[in-house]
């Protein structure tokens, strides 16, 4: 993957929304929760203030106008520049088409899930499949609401895309109780004696 002068994430929503038109860092955020992306991309005023700058110094955007009203402080209004238009397409292209290896929490967790005993984590992936079946329920509503107020579903694609990696974790995680819990092959027995404990999960 291509080294970015600004590789935060929440700089790449920056740079499509003022592709559309340009906005002081508040608009931008006002803007940037409005359409749901703290959903997908983590972000304070804090973090999105520091990208914008981050931002400007790479050339990607520039201050179009400086104002203030009253006793408010100044707000300086930014717009994408050709070099930014140009690091939006390219950084989409790049994360569209390339698929990256991630570290998502979960999978790290995993990786060291032996050091729990196996009783503790079947009563955590159950739990876990109620967080999923939690997060399934919010964003299928949002797209059912979102498609009845007319919005078209190129603009849902991701939370479709997040219902499906729902669904497939969902059913990892039961796959995974099934191979603990199996009561003839399971590996919950072996892995209770290890702990030097018995396998009897609640």
Same mark, same amino acid.
């Given at each position: 993957?291509? +080294? ?11 740079? &499509?929304?003022?592709?559309? @038109? ?8 006002? /803007? ?21 700058? @981050? ?16 006793? +408010? %402080?100044?707000? /300086?209004?930014?717009?994408? /520049?050709?070099?930014?238009?140009? $690091?939006? +397409? ?9 698929? @990256?290896?991630?570290? %998502?929490?979960?999978? &790290? ?7 729990? /005993? ?7 992936? +159950? ?46 995680? $039961? ?5 603990? &819990?199996? %009561?003839?092959?399971?590996?919950? %027995? ?13």
């Amino acid at each position: 993957m291509k +080294r970015r002068q600004v590789g935060n994430l929440l700089a790449l929503a920056a740079l &499509s929304y003022l592709s559309r @038109q340009p906005m002081h860092p508040y608009e931008l955020s006002k /803007t940037l929760r409005t359409y749901g992306d703290e959903r997908s991309i983590k972000f304070t005023h804090g973090s999105l203030y520091m990208v914008i700058q @981050q931002l400007a110094k790479a050339g990607f955007v520039a201050e179009q106008e400086v104002s203030r009203e009253g006793a +408010r %402080p100044e707000r /300086t209004v930014y717009g994408i /520049t050709d070099a930014g238009r140009a $690091e939006l +397409r390219d950084w989409l292209r790049e994360l569209v088409g390339q698929p @990256q290896h991630e570290y %998502p929490a979960f999978v &790290s967790a995993l990786s060291l899930v032996a050091a729990l /005993t196996p009783n503790e984590v079947v009563a955590l992936l +159950r739990e876990r499949l109620d967080g999923l079946a939690a997060q399934r329920k919010e964003a299928a509503e949002l797209i059912e609401k979102s498609e009845a107020e007319g919005v078209p579903p190129l603009f849902l694609i991701e939370e479709v895309y997040r219902v499906r990696l729902l669904d497939a974790e969902s059913a990892f995680v $039961e796959e995974f109780l099934a191979k603990i &819990s199996d %009561p003839d092959e399971g590996w919950g %027995p072996m892995w209770a004696a290890a702990h030097g404990t018995t396998f009897n999960p609640e």
